[in-house]
């Protein structure tokens, strides 16, 4: 009984003061949907990484014109290498029909003029300090034509991982601050249009802690709404740009996260978040406003 | 029970509102104080009720001692008292019935035992047929008696008012008199500040005076009611 009635005196604060409400809402909302981007790049992108880097992976590409059979014998003299952990085979068939994967729609406008890729080999090493001297090695077996090179795309975009964080801490940083001073001024707000009502609870014996609770759930419900309206749209959002992306590389297809595999962890992520905000940003204001002594009771 | 030693209040503005004053007030008194405006009586009841601190002396409320007493614990010691204000201080937006109940919602009584408790105090300030009216739509005697059920709903031990007839008809003032002597007789202290003489000559009992943060006077008179009430016993 006692709860539901500080709910409903909670909800009525966001009515009385529903202006303000709306702007920490659209506030908290706009920080929560850059947020959420961030991070849904950010795991994206380590996804990608993992899928394509294969770090400790380096694939040996063999003469063009080397065929099936010396390719195949072409591993003993591999294995004869100590630091190599082990090796597979990759064939010009295999090769291809991850180029196909990986390009996508781009591969389709490309014309087919037969297979330009030669037999490969992947190795992997056991100790990566000794890269270059390994690779020294491998090159230098007959029939080896290149050896990958480990500054490629996996590199690329761990810098691009690495810039899309720090880049989106600080906004997300400013943005949580930006937020916390607004959310905190609009429960300011309240308090102030109903200190009267506050001032004559006090006259009474209401503790701080119950004067409190309707404030609180004002900026819960503020900040979980938030919460719920940033995953909607970031949701919504997601499976369009996905698929765009897709379409560009047809890779990014089949390493990222699907909509469905988002959708539980971003809702809950968001409301949480938007919650806690919401508490923060509550309770500093109000443990402001309660603080004062004397003169509590207003005009009198 | 009130004890004061003396007590001495000092405003940041540098005014002294009080002087080292000293009194008790035993359970169940019937007590006026008086005296020209600006005098400290507000002050006093201010003190009594811990809304400002003392800045001298030693002050003990109903077991409380108010120069040492945690802020987490005044609500506590404010549930001991009921008080009345000259402005009423009712919730525009609510109603009689709301006004009253708000008291104890606020210090988490069940809704039950809230509907029994304001329907006993609203008859007892005959207030019965009222409780959906908003305070707007009730005069400013009724209003009172408003506010003073909700000092009383609470049960507490003592009723403070500050000058609870200072906004209302003289007939009508005389009316609230009477409640808070039928109050009193209950077993409850009541402190009346006022400066309306003719009532505290008509009503009587103890009748402190303060005057510049002094006090003047400090005398029992009989009166009629409390004779009457004398009479009955
Ligand atoms: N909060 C305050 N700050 C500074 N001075 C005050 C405050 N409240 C009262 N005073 C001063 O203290 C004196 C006593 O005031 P008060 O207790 O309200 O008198 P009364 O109720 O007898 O009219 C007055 O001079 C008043 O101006
Ligand atoms: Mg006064």
């Known amino acids: 009984m006692k709860i539901f009635y500080l709910i409903k005196e909670g909800f009525k604060n966001?009515?009385?003061?529903?202006?303000?409400?709306?702007?920490?809402?659209?506030?908290?909302?706009?920080?929560?949907?850059?947020?959420?981007?961030?991070?849904?790049?950010?795991?994206?992108?380590?996804?990608?990484?993992?899928?394509?880097?294969?770090?400790?992976?380096?694939?040996?590409?063999?003469?063009?014109?080397?065929?099936?059979?010396?390719?195949?014998?072409?591993?003993?003299?591999?294995?004869?290498?100590?630091?190599?952990?082990?090796?597979?085979?990759?064939?010009?068939?295999?090769?291809?029909?991850?180029?196909?994967?990986?390009?996508?729609?781009i591969y389709e406008s490309m014309q087919d003029d037969g297979n330009?890729?030669?037999?490969?080999?992947?190795?992997?090493?056991?100790?990566?300090?000794q890269y270059k001297k390994t690779v020294d090695e491998i090159k230098r077996v007959e029939g080896v034509s290149s050896v990958s090179d480990r500054s490629d795309i996996a590199g690329k975009l761990t810098k691009l991982n690495y810039f899309v964080t720090i880049v989106g801490s600080w906004v997300v940083l400013v943005l949580a601050l930006v937020t916390l001073f607004i959310i905190s001024n609009t429960i300011k707000m309240t308090m102030y249009s109903r200190r009267y009502e506050i001032s004559i609870m006090k006259s009474v014996g209401a503790t701080n802690s119950f004067i409190r609770v309707p404030f609180i759930i004002e900026a819960m419900v503020i900040g979980l709404v938030s919460g719920l309206a940033a995953a909607s749209v970031i949701c919504s959002v997601y499976m369009p740009v996905r698929t765009a992306a897709a379409g560009i590389i047809g890779f990014i297809g089949d390493s990222t996260f699907t909509v469905e595999q988002i959708i539980l962890p971003t809702f809950i992520a968001m409301s949480v978040t938007g919650?806690?905000?919401?508490?923060?940003?509550?309770?500093?204001?109000?443990?402001?406003?309660?603080?004062?002594?004397?003169?509590?009771?207003?005009?009198? | 029970m009130i004890h004061l030693e003396n007590v001495s209040k000092v405003y940041n503005n540098g005014i002294e509102a009080l002087k080292n004053i000293s009194l008790d007030i035993d359970n169940g008194e019937f007590v006026f104080i008086v005296g020209p405006s600006g005098a400290g009586k507000s002050t006093f009841l201010k003190l009594l009720i811990r809304e400002e601190k003392a800045t001298f002396g030693k002050i003990i409320v109903s077991g409380y001692d108010?120069?040492?007493?945690?802020?987490?614990?005044?609500?506590?010691l404010r549930r001991k008292m009921g008080i009345v204000f000259q402005d009423f201080r009712l919730i525009a937006k609510m109603n009689v019935y709301d006004n009253v109940a708000f008291a104890m919602r606020?210090?988490?009584?069940?809704?039950?035992?809230?509907?029994?408790?304001?329907?006993e105090v609203l008859n007892l300030v005959e207030l019965d047929g009222k409780e959906k009216r908003k305070p707007n739509e009730i005069s400013g005697g009724?209003?009172?008696?408003?506010?003073?059920a909700r000092a009383l709903v609470n049960k507490p031990d003592m009723i403070i008012?500050?000058?609870?007839?200072?906004?209302?008809?003289?007939?009508?003032?005389?009316?609230i008199m009477?409640?808070?002597?039928?109050?009193?007789?209950?077993?409850?202290?009541?402190?009346?500040?006022?400066h309306e003489h003719d009532l505290v000559k008509e009503f009587g009992g103890r009748i402190i005076t303060i005057e510049d943060g002094e006090i003047k006077s400090d005398e029992k008179y009989p009166t009629k009611y409390h004779e009457k009430e004398a009479d009955k016993k």
């Open chain 1, 14 to 105: 966001i009515w009385t003061n529903r202006m303000m409400s709306l702007a920490s809402v659209i506030v908290l909302v706009s920080c929560l949907i850059i947020t959420g981007a961030a991070s849904l790049i950010s795991i994206n992108v380590t996804a990608l990484i993992s899928k394509i880097g294969d770090d400790d992976q380096i694939t040996v590409y063999l003469d063009y014109d080397l065929d099936d059979l010396r390719s195949i014998k072409l591993g003993s003299q591999l294995n004869k290498i100590k630091n190599i952990d082990s090796y597979s085979f990759f064939s010009r068939d295999d090769a291809i029909k991850q180029y196909k994967e990986v390009l996508g729609s």
């Open chain 1, 116 to 129: 330009p890729f030669g037999n490969a080999y992947k190795v992997k090493l056991k100790d990566l300090s």
């Open chain 1, 275 to 300: 919650i806690l905000i919401g508490l923060i940003g509550g309770f500093i204001s109000i443990a402001r406003y309660l603080k004062k002594e004397g003169g509590e009771i207003i005009g009198w």
């Open chain 2, 66 to 76: 108010l120069m040492k007493i945690r802020r987490s614990k005044i609500p506590y």
């Open chain 2, 106 to 119: 606020v210090i988490g009584s069940p809704e039950k035992a809230i509907k029994k408790r304001v329907k």
């Open chain 2, 142 to 148: 009724e209003q009172q008696r408003v506010s003073l």
């Open chain 2, 161 to 175: 008012a500050d000058e609870p007839t200072g906004n209302i008809d003289p007939d009508l003032s005389f009316d």
């Open chain 2, 178 to 194: 009477k409640l808070l002597v039928e109050i009193n007789k209950t077993g409850t202290t009541v402190i009346i500040v006022t």
